[in-house]
C-alpha cells in the first residue's frame, strides 16, 4: 500500500466507526460466540504479503463486531458504562498521531502542560477545592492515569512511604522493612475490587469494614478497627473512601471519616471512579462534602492530589537520560504514574470540554438521570418487582420480590436473550440486578425497551413457578426454574 492507500484506510475507519455509532441500536449489546471463536477465524500466522485495507476492513465486520459487547450501546446497563463521544475519538486519533512519550516536561513541553491545564478546568467543572488545583501557591494537581486501579495502587504507594517516613522519624531504631509489614489500610466492604487488589499489590493489607444500611461506611466502625489495630501493634497508613461504590453507588461519610484520619495521620484517597462526574452539577455537589480533608481524588477522567510532592517522593527514579534543566519548576508526569512513557490523552479531554461546554456536560449527566428516574418509576409501578436501596444518580437496584433464585433466573435469560445487558450485585442477603444508565445514546424509547424486555421474562419466570411452592415441598424454586426451561 502507498500513502494515498493508508490515508484512505483512515478516512474509510472514520466512516466506520461513524456507523457503527449510528447503528448500535439495532444490535444485540451481547455477542453470541463461544471462547476461542476468533482463533477459527483468524489465520495462525501474519500474512507474507501485504494485503489491502480494504480486507482488513471487511474482517473487522466479519470477525471483530460478532465477538464484542457494545459498551457504549443505549442496551448497555451494566457495570458502569463507559462514556465515549466523537470529540473524544477525534481526540484519541490525534493524540497517537502526535506519538509523544510525555514522561517529562521537556519530553513533550504540550503534552505535560495540556494536562495540566485541562485538569484545572476538570477539577473546577467538578468544584474540587482549589488545594486539588495546579497553581503557584501550591503542590495540588491532576493527572491522568490510565485508569482507576492505578490510581488507589499509586496512593496506596504514597501513603505507605509517608507513614514509614514518619513512624521512621517518631521511632529511629525501627527499622523501614519492618515498619512496612505493620502497615494497614481500611476501605469499606463495598469498595471496588480494584481497591484489595492496590493492597495485595502495594503490600499494604487493607481491612474491609463493615457499612450502615446505606452500605456507606461510618466513624464508629473505622475508628473501633483502628484501635483494634493499634492495640495488635499495627500502623494505620490509609482510608480509601467512596464516593459511589460499584454496587448500589454509595457514599461513605467524609465529614465522619475526615477528622479521623487527620487525627491519626492517615492518607486519605477518594474513589469517585463513576460517582465524582456528577459533581459537574452542582446539585449533586453536596454528596462531596468533606471532601477538603482528602488527599488524593479520582474520578474516570482523572485524578487530583492536593500535594503532589508525597506521589513523587514515592514514586521517583532518576536516571541521567532523564535529567533536564527545567526539573522540580513542573511536574515531571513519570513520577506521577506507574509507567514511564505515557500518551497524550489531554487532547481527549480538551477536545470534549470545548466542543460539549460545560453545559452540554451536565445536560449529559441531567438526562442520564432522568433516564433513571424513568426506569426507577417503572420499577415502582409493577407490583412484581422492588426496588432495595433508594436510585443513586444514574443506577436503579432492583430485584423481583421473592427468592433470590427469581432475579438470578431474571438476568440469565436477560443475558442468553442478549437484547439488554445487566448484572447483578448483592444488598445484604438480597440478590439484586443493577441497571444504569451510561451510554450517550440511551434515550426514553431504550429505558422502554429494557422495561418490557424485563418484565416479558419476568411474566415467563413466573408463569413457569405458579402454582406457587408449598411450604416444606421438597422441590426447590430452583429445580422448577430448572426443569421448566429443559421443557
Ligand atoms: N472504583 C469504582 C467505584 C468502580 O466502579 C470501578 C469500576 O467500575 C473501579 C474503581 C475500577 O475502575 P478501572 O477499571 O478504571 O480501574
Not at 436477560?414 to 434515550?443: M, Q
Request: overall charge negative.
Amino acid at each position: 500500500m502507498d500513502t494515498k492507500d493508508f490515508i484512505d484506510f483512515g478516512k474509510a475507519t472514520i466512516d466506520f466507526v461513524a456507523n457503527y455509532v449510528e447503528t448500535l441500536r439495532e444490535k444485540n449489546v451481547l455477542p453470541d460466540v463461544e471462547p476461542r471463536y476468533l482463533f477459527n477465524l483468524l489465520p495462525e500466522k501474519a500474512p507474507q504479503k501485504p494485503e489491502s485495507w480494504q480486507e482488513v476492513l471487511k474482517d473487522v465486520e466479519r470477525c471483530i463486531l460478532p465477538g464484542m459487547t457494545h459498551w457504549i450501546s443505549p442496551h448497555f446497563h451494566a457495570f458502569y458504562p463507559t462514556a465515549n463521544s466523537y470529540p473524544a475519538i477525534v481526540g484519541d486519533i490525534l493524540g497517537n498521531s502526535l506519538s509523544c512519550m510525555g514522561l517529562s516536561w521537556i519530553a513533550s513541553p504540550a503534552c505535560t502542560e495540556l494536562e495540566m491545564i485541562m485538569m484545572n478546568w476538570l477539577g473546577k467543572l467538578l468544584g474540587l477545592p482549589k488545594q486539588f488545583l495546579s497553581s503557584n501557591e501550591g503542590f495540588g494537581g491532576g493527572v491522568i492515569q490510565g485508569s482507576a486501579s492505578e490510581i488507589t495502587l499509586i496512593c496506596l504507594i504514597a501513603a505507605r512511604e509517608q507513614t514509614t517516613l514518619s513512624t521512621k522519624q517518631l521511632h529511629p531504631e525501627l527499622d523501614e522493612a519492618i515498619i512496612k509489614t505493620k502497615l494497614v489500610a481500611y476501605a469499606s466492604d463495598q469498595s471496588n475490587s480494584s481497591v484489595e487488589r492496590g493492597g495485595l499489590l502495594a503490600s499494604v493489607p487493607i481491612r474491609l469494614l463493615p457499612t450502615d444500611d446505606k452500605c456507606a461506611l461510618r466513624s464508629e466502625t473505622l475508628l473501633k478497627a483502628i484501635k483494634e489495630d493499634l492495640k495488635k501493634g499495627l500502623i494505620p497508613c490509609c482510608v480509601i473512601a467512596n464516593l459511589g461504590t460499584t454496587g448500589t453507588c454509595a457514599f461513605d461519610n467524609l465529614v465522619e471519616l475526615g477528622p479521623i484520619c487527620e487525627e491519626y495521620n492517615m492518607w486519605l484517597h477518594i474513589d469517585a471512579a463513576y460517582a465524582g462526574a456528577a459533581f459537574a452539577c452542582p446539585e449533586y455537589r453536596h454528596f462531596m462534602s468533606g471532601i477538603e480533608y482528602a488527599d488524593s481524588f479520582n474520578v474516570n477522567a482523572h485524578k487530583w492530589l492536593k500535594d503532589s510532592r508525597k506521589l513523587v517522593e514515592a514514586c521517583s527514579v532518576d536516571r541521567i537520560y532523564l535529567k533536564h534543566d527545567k526539573q522540580g519548576v513542573i511536574p515531571d508526569y513519570r513520577n506521577w504514574q506507574i509507567p514511564l512513557g505515557r500518551r497524550f490523552r489531554s487532547l481527549k479531554v480538551w477536545f470534549v470540554l470545548r466542543t460539549y461546554g460545560v453545559e452540554g456536560i451536565q445536560q449529559h449527566i441531567r438526562h442520564d438521570i432522568q433516564l433513571a428516574e424513568m426506569f426507577e418509576n417503572y420499577v415502582k409501578s409493577d407490583s412484581r418487582f422492588e426496588l432495595v436501596t433508594e436510585r443513586s444518580l444514574s443506577l436503579v437496584c432492583f430485584r423481583m420480590k421473592g427468592d433470590n433464585q427469581l432475579t438470578q433466573e431474571l438476568i440469565n435469560r436477560l443475558t442468553a436473550r442478549r437484547k439488554i445487558y445487566i448484572i447483578a450485585a448483592t444488598y445484604r442477603e438480597k440478590l439484586i440486578a443493577r441497571f444504569v444508565i451510561g451510554s450517550r445514546l440511551c434515550r426514553e424509547e431504550d429505558v422502554t425497551f429494557a422495561w418490557d424486555e424485563i418484565t416479558s421474562q419476568a411474566t415467563e419466570i413466573l408463569r413457569s413457578v405458579t402454582p406457587p411452592l408449598e411450604e416444606g415441598s421438597e422441590e426447590s424454586l430452583k429445580t422448577r426454574l430448572w426443569q421448566n426451561q429443559k421443557v
